[in-house]
């Protein structure tokens, strides 16, 4: 798993270059767009509504002692509360919508790496790597909230709250991860093969969706480019991993054998 991590880590490093190379960036104008509207939305919902949930919050404390303080704890509190929500919300929101384009840039670096390699894949439409996309990422999005909201209120107390942070990081950075690596697996596995196949390798989504994370919180320019730079070296990781476990002949024989029965 942990060389799984590094590898999902150091897939960045060319990622950027062969975004170029391979004239990838013309299929990011959309979703950029998404990306950033997404995400100056979720912005909006912590400055405006802060307050708000933090006043909610703030009706637990029913002593006159303390409770401005307690007043003050709770809007940080509540901001963080959006925030986290909030960054679930949009990785997930932004990576289904993208689907239909990313497809493309996924199967572009694959046919990069396997070269004149004969392989056979899905052919999937438009409406369905959105339909795709959608499950993978409402389903992520379930298991992921189901996980970082209790340890979002873990996170304040001592001690237990260093471990609830590094559980809440490592949770999204794996759903991300899991996202990112379907846009090219979409084409070789079907839903619930995905799911088993990502499970078996946690480590590539951990590896990628970190770098993912980390490039988010880059001011401005995070809602730009890390989409592109995190599909491209998922794609190129997922790929190789393919190889290495000879999916690709074994998906080969598999269509062939289809095309037999017919």
């Known amino acids: 798993m942990i060389k799984n991590v590094i590898n999902g880590i150091k897939a960045y490093f060319g990622a950027f270059g062969l975004l170029s190379k391979l004239g990838l960036w013309k ?8 990306s950033v509207l ?8 912590v400055y405006f509504f802060s307050d708000n949930l933090g006043a909610l919050i703030a009706r637990v404390w029913v002593w006159d002692w303390g409770s401005e303080t307690f007043t003050l704890v709770s809007s940080w509190i509540a901001g963080l509360l959006i925030i986290a929500v909030g960054l679930v919300l949009y990785k997930h929101i932004v990576m289904a919508l993208s689907a239909p384009f990313m497809s493309p ?49 873990l996170s304040f107390i001592p001690v237990i709250g260093i471990v609830a942070t590094i559980l809440i990081f ?44 980390f490039m988010l919180f880059i001011p ?5 480019i890390t989409l592109p730079i995190a599909v491209v070296a998922a794609s190129t990781e997922t790929v190789k991993l393919l190889q290495r476990e000879g999916k690709y002949a074994t998906i080969a024989s598999n269509a062939n054998t289809k095309v037999l029965d017919q």
């Open 170 to 213: 490592v949770i999204q950075a794996y759903y991300v991860g899991f996202g990112n690596m379907d846009y090219t697996m979409e084409r070789h596995f079907k839903y619930r093969d995905s799911i088993a196949f990502v499970s078996k390798h946690k480590g590539l989504a951990i590896g990628n969706g970190t770098i993912f994370m």
């Open 38 to 45: 997404t995400g100056v939305f979720f912005i909006s919902m």
């Open 220 to 224: 401005v320019l995070g809602l730009i």
């Open 105 to 153: 840039v996924s199967e572009k670096v694959e046919a990069h790496i396997l070269g004149a390699t004969n392989h056979q894949h899905r052919d999937t439409s438009f409406r369905e790597q959105l339909v795709r996309g959608i499950r993978i990422n409402v389903r992520n999005l379930l298991r992921e909230l189901l996980f970082v909201i209790p340890l979002v209120f």
């Open 27 to 34: 299929y990011f104008g959309v979703p950029i767009l998404i």
